[in-house]
């Protein structure tokens, strides 16, 4: 069931995502070479308990983190360790969210180490746009279908391709809610965006082929033939004006708490 959000609620999921952005933006400030993925995850740990949330991606489905951080061709869900080196030249995606006052935040963002090659940086640059691309249709009145088709329309016309696997989806007091929120898609289709929505825009895209395969316990999805994936995502309010991102903060070089 789609849970719609009134202005207090609004107001709960603005500084849940406040939080969740920031932590974001920490991480990726924080990335540096020779550092361990779970160091980075410590950092992003301490960050949201030090603003009074709770990680909410530790421990959820058994996942042992503070936040999913996925190298090069790990599309996501990569779990934190000791023996993944962060290089020069690497792509990192950090995906993370902190729950405070019984809402949640969710976003994610692919960062380089560094100097990174003209291909890798053109997929950051493509997949971050259809982020935004599909942002611009999440008004009401609109459908799902309106999304997934910005998203999977810009990204092939750049030729690269978008994971079928793993969706977006809805968020509130819980972390994942409905609806799903696929990054491909028809226009026209699915069910109808109103007012008061809360969902979670996240493109994931290969450089080659858009299948994946998971590792252990279902985690550390890598693309099938060894390209790069990047992934981006904002929690976004459904609301008469348009769509508000939640989670802008991150991309916002001047934001503080």
Known sequence: ??????????????????????????GGD??????????????IYDF?????????????YGFPGTACISLNDVVIH??????????PGDIISIDTGAKIDGFNGDNACTFACGKIDSEAQRLLDVTKEALH??????????????IGHAVQSYCEENGFSVVRDYVGHGVGKELHEDPEVPNYGNAGRG?????GMTIAIEPMVCQNDYHVVPGPGGWTV?????GLAAHFEHSVAILPGGPEILTR????????L
Request: charge should be positive.
């Open 222 to 226: 890598k693309t099938r033939d060894g």
């Open 133 to 146: 691309l599909g942002i611009a249709q999440a008004k009401a009145g609109n459908r799902i279908g309106d």
């Open 191 to 195: 069910p109808r965006l109103v007012s």
């Open 249 to 256: 903060g991150w991309e916002d070089p001047d934001f503080k």
């Open 1 to 26: 069931m789609i849970q719609i959000k009134n202005a207090k609620e609004l107001e709960g999921m603005r500084r849940a995502c406040a939080i969740s952005a920031a932590a974001l933006k920490f």
């Open 78 to 87: 990569g779990i934190p360790s000791h023996d993944t080196v962060i290089h």
């Open 48 to 60: 949201i308990v030090k603003h009074g949330a709770k990680p909410n991606f530790k421990g959820l």
């Open 30 to 43: 924080s990335i540096e070479p020779g550092m361990t993925t779970a160091e980075l995850d410590k950092l």
